[in-house]
């Protein structure tokens, strides 16, 4: 309740899912996509349902840019304070499950830089410009993957789930760098979840999801949604440090 929490990726999928839940618990929202008419949508969608009790800040804002970052921040914590708590959720992959030779660079670049550079540049102007480094308190909850962890490893995901690897190792870094303080750093892995991310890959390949989906139901992203908010709604003193939030029935987890 009160809290600042800004969330990147909220445009869509599990991004929005967790802003119209945390909405729900008062909390002031600013919401960070490349869309801003979705954003714009979901922020109508949100009044409507929570009246205007709650600040929402919504900022077209593309994360491989840190300038842009930096600037949306500093725009919000002049009107709304410092930020709380940081949700990086923005992430894609591209170029459904191939040979990782035969991956267009520039779908490398794009998968590395928002999965990779974009959650640390948003952790650092957080960390900064947000004001948690300065007044040592607050949570970045990072949303990575189960497949960060996956055993043995899925073929044809090779830049996709190193990114996810790139993740963890650095929420598990920050937060040892940041134990003398009041900054939690969490990771929220989901398994698979029937939202956009599955379509939008180019070349996607409906067969191949009816095959890896096949013999269980995937999540909904409000089922990730309840997980981030247990994730943050434990008291100071509490971190659960990582989360995995899967259907029961799914294969090929560790
Ligand atoms: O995906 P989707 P999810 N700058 O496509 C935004 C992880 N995950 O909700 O910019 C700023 O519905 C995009 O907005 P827009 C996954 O790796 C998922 O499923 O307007 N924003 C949209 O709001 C990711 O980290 C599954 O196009 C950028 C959002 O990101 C997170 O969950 C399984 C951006 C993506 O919404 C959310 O994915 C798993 C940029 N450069 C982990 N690029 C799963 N769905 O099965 C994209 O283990 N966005």
């Known amino acids: 309740k009160d809290q600042n929490v800004l969330i990147t990726g909220a445009s869509m999928g599990i991004g929005a899912a967790i802003a119209k839940r945390l909405a729900h618990e008062q909390a ?7 869309s801003g008419d979705k954003l714009k949508a979901l922020s109508d969608e949100i009044h409507k349902s929570s009246g205007e009790s709650i600040k929402l800040f919504t900022c077209t804002v593309d994360v491989q840019s840190y300038s842009s970052i930096e600037t949306a921040i500093s725009n919000v914590v002049k009107e709304a304070g410092p930020i709380d708590v940081l ?3 923005a992430g894609l992959a591209l170029g459904a499950p191939a040979p990782f030779p035969e ?15 974009g959650y640390m540049f948003a952790a650092y102007a957080a960390l900064n410009a947000g004001g948690m480094r300065s007044r040592a308190r607050g949570t970045i909850l990072n ?3 189960t497949t960060a962890l996956e055993v043995p490893p899925f073929p ?9 690897a790139a993740q963890e ?9 940041l134990k003398d303080s009041n900054i939690k750093v969490l990771a929220l892995r989901p398994g698979v979840v029937a939202t956009n ?3 939008q890959r180019v070349g996607y390949d409906k067969g191949l999801y009816d095959d890896f989906t096949q013999g269980f139901e995937p999540l909904v992203a409000e089922d990730v949604a309840e997980a981030a908010v247990i994730m943050l709604g434990q008291k100071d003193r509490v971190s659960v440090k990582a989360l995995d939030v ?6 090929s987890l560790p």
């Open 197 to 199: 991310f599955h379509e």
């Open 246 to 251: 899967v259907p029961t029935a799914q294969r």
């Open 156 to 164: 044809g995901e090779a830049v996709y789930h190193s990114s996810k």
């Open 87 to 89: 949700i990086n959720n």
């Open 143 to 145: 949303v990575t993957s």
């Open 169 to 177: 190792a650095f929420t598990n870094v920050l937060r040892v760098e």
């Open 103 to 117: 991956l267009k660079i520039e779908d490398i670049i794009t998968m590395t830089s928002t999965n990779i550079n």
């Open 28 to 34: 002031n929202l600013i919401l960070f996509a490349r």
